[in-house]
């Protein structure tokens, strides 16, 4: 039987699964360290090797890696967690190795076609896919085809102005969305304001976490309330600019921070009705969850291994 | 012969022009005002009919129309300055009174695809086209295809928050960049800071209009140069997130206000590569001034008509 093997790199993990021709159901899936005994590249080519079927043949392999890929190249430009990442052609590596096509991407933009084809958005053409956690990421699918630009650098939805002068962002720039509606923007928010005086349920906690504020805002923290709803009105904001750009009929949210449910959407939707410059961008327009949870991202190869092979 | 028709709808003017079948050379032009004796949708199938060619085929029809436009439907949803222009079965009337086929579409969108086929977006496959004149619109063209969006209501990239609670834009909403860094915030900036007692060449002036104060900056006078610093410096800020976001390879630059040239340019670019997340942006990244002037919305309609019909 014909197979693809789809691989998912993260900073911690490196998630692999063997797919067969047809179907979603892995043939068999194994999960790897990132970092341990040798670098991250020889233990991704060392679990393909050791997931290699004994027969058939592999289509193709497809692979998502965190930050600046340049998927039509086949070149990881930088992979934050990923010490020595940096200008690999990585797609050429695996080529040279196992000499079958390889596809790579950056790990949202998978994550957004894995939705798009096989979850929260079938059957839509247009759709933004938001991811909420450590940091605020995403992808847009505008007619079919995934937004790439010219170097497979677009959709960095989270590196976005929302407020000039704002809090620093991860990427050392000010005020993006990230820097405030992500999780990690949430937790420093309420840290920042305990520092203040302001009370609060997590004024012990020494290293508070977007979880330990949804627990907290839900015994009625106000300060974790507050801080959620900082953030869903930035994303709300951020979102009626998104929809004016890219006037999609379908928004997905995914990442740990949107389980927080009504503290974040709430606000969120306030502030997109307020921030909307025409009703007829709502019109028709859904909001959903994302369907495929951890596996959006090795669903997502296994699509772009498939629409290329 | 067969020929195109164009148009080009404006709040002031009713421009057409009869196109051959290859060739960007009209046969025939005419401009008549929007307002006058019958509706503006009566006024435009009149002149059509006016300009109907006596032999040879009408192989398409094509409209750009400002506003909201469903260029899908054939609906233009709202046309501001042409009163009576609500919901308005645009194609429908046309295609029923000419019967040929018609298109239509945005009037920003309708010169991106001018610019990107016939003007100084050629041989690019992903660009950005930002006119700033008295408000801030454009468009963009992604692996060579114009973004609409699930309604035809994409880009519009004036309205597009840069500053929260910031200035009015003339859309109700605050602190878009259409209300920083259009020719109307440029000369509103300059007259609130000289009610605030900032002196300046400019007043006596009672209406000032960018090219007023691009002249009283040429002619050094440090409120005319902070004026375009500061809308220099909000487009600069717009446009790394839309390179973040789209990733092109070319930037289109048109409207009145660009010719006022390095007063609005130098504060831009110094402005996005402070704000550019990643030189690799930059990489290849050009930088145009649009080269089809007044008649890149009649030719990108003759373009859309040519690729549709």
Same mark, same amino acid.
């Not at 997931?51 to 392999?61: H, N, S």
């Not at 709300?236 to 009626?240: H, I, K, P, S, V």
């Given at each position: 039987?014909?197979t693809?093997?789809?691989?998912d790199?993260?900073g911690?993990?490196i998630r692999a699964?063997?797919?067969?021709?047809?179907?979603?159901?892995?043939i068999?899936?194994?999960?790897?360290?990132?970092?341990?005994?040798?670098?991250?590249?020889e233990?991704?080519?060392?679990?393909i090797?050791d997931?290699?079927?004994?027969?058939?043949?592999?289509? *193709?392999?497809g692979?998502?890696a965190?930050?600046?890929?340049?998927?039509?190249n086949?070149?990881?430009y930088?992979a934050?967690?990923?010490?020595?990442?940096k200008?690999?052609?990585f797609?050429?590596?695996?080529t040279d190795?196992?000499q079958?096509?390889?596809v790579?991407?950056?790990?949202?933009?998978? *994550?957004?076609?894995?939705?798009w084809?096989?979850g929260?958005g079938?059957? =839509?053409?247009n759709?933004?896919?938001?991811t909420?956690?450590?940091?605020?990421?995403g992808?847009v699918i505008?007619e079919d085809h995934?937004?790439?630009g010219? =170097?497979?650098?677009?959709?960095?939805?989270g =590196?976005?102005t929302?407020?000039?002068?704002g809090p620093l962002c991860?990427c050392?720039?000010?005020?993006?969305?990230?820097?405030?509606s992500s999780?990690?923007?949430?937790?420093?928010?309420?840290? #920042?304001q305990?520092?203040a005086?302001?009370p609060?349920l997590l004024?012990?906690?020494?290293?508070i976490?977007?979880?330990?504020a949804?627990?907290a805002a839900?015994?009625?923290? #106000?300060?974790?309330?507050a801080a959620?709803?900082r953030?869903?009105t930035?994303l709300?904001?951020?979102?009626?600019d998104?929809l004016?750009?890219?006037?999609?009929?379908?928004?997905i949210f995914?990442?740990?921070?949107?389980?927080?449910?009504?503290l974040l959407?709430?606000p969120? =939707?306030?502030?997109?009705?307020r921030?909307?410059?025409?009703?007829?961008?709502?019109?028709?327009?859904e909001?959903k969850?994302?369907?495929l949870?951890d596996?959006?991202?090795?669903?997502?190869?296994?699509?772009?291994?498939?629409?290329?092979?």
């Open positions: 039987m014909d693809y093997i789809a691989l790199i993260g911690t993990y699964a063997v797919y067969p021709h047809l179907g979603i159901q892995p068999c899936q194994k999960k790897i360290t990132t970092h341990g005994k040798g670098s991250a590249i233990r991704t080519c060392d679990l090797a997931m290699w079927p004994d027969a058939g043949k592999v289509k *193709a392999i692979a998502g965190p930050g600046a890929v340049d998927s039509k086949g070149i990881v930088s934050p967690n990923i010490p020595g990442w200008n690999v052609p797609r050429q590596v695996l190795r196992f079958v096509p390889v790579i991407g950056n790990d949202a933009n998978m *994550a957004t076609l894995g939705e084809k096989l929260a079938q059957g =839509h053409h759709l933004i896919y938001l909420i956690s450590t940091g605020v990421g992808g505008i995934l937004l790439l010219e =170097h497979g650098l677009a959709t960095e939805m =590196h976005f929302v407020l000039p002068g991860g050392g720039q000010r005020g993006h969305l990230e820097a405030l999780g990690t923007a949430i937790a420093r928010y309420i840290q #920042e305990i520092q005086g302001v609060s004024s012990e906690n020494p290293s976490s977007s979880r330990d949804a627990e839900a015994k009625g923290d #106000e300060l974790a309330v959620f709803a953030a869903g930035f709300g904001q951020a979102l009626a998104y004016h750009v890219f006037n999609p009929s379908l928004v995914g990442g740990g921070v949107t389980l927080s449910g009504d959407f709430t969120l =939707h306030a502030s997109l009705e921030h909307i410059i025409s009703p007829q961008y709502l019109v028709d327009l909001f969850t994302a369907a949870g596996d959006a991202g090795l669903l997502g190869t296994l699509t772009l291994a498939r629409m290329t092979s």
